[in-house]
């Protein structure tokens, strides 16, 4: 981690992993609590993960590649869900997707520099009654068009 005000942070990583020191079985438990502490599992955390639990950092790396919901990559203050299940693809996100791109400048799995926005694709939001949508952080917002997903964000700026 950063040296910044990661201390804190930084002791309690090292009591998560403690609790579950030569535990190769706690890996995905003690991921999902570092994500959750940290925000993302960035590769100091990983390797003091790997050490901890008795593990290699492939195996680690492994785990966090499989699964969706963890990120290598800091989220952005506001983390934008563009749906692209079947019933929000076909009323239009993919030109959702495509107009955010164009605005924020950034691709799915990415940040803005700024930190501000991320933006990422899931399969299914469980709202197809208000295809298409788009969630910011636990917010949906629904029946999108392009410009209206636009102006949803403007309101975060």
Known sequence: MEACKCEEKWAKL???IAAHRGQPSALIQVLHEAQEL???????????IADGLGVSLSEVYSVV???AHFTTKPKGKYQISVCKGTACYVKGAPEILERLQKELGIKPGDSTDDGKFSLEVVRCLGAC???PVMMINKR???LLRSDTAVTVLQGYE
């Open 14 to 16: 090292e009591e998560i």
């Open 38 to 48: 940290i925000g993302y599992l960035p590769r100091q955390v990983l390797i003091a």
């Open 65 to 67: 590649s499989f699964y």
């Open 129 to 131: 009654g208000l295809a």
């Open 140 to 142: 949906a917002h629904g």
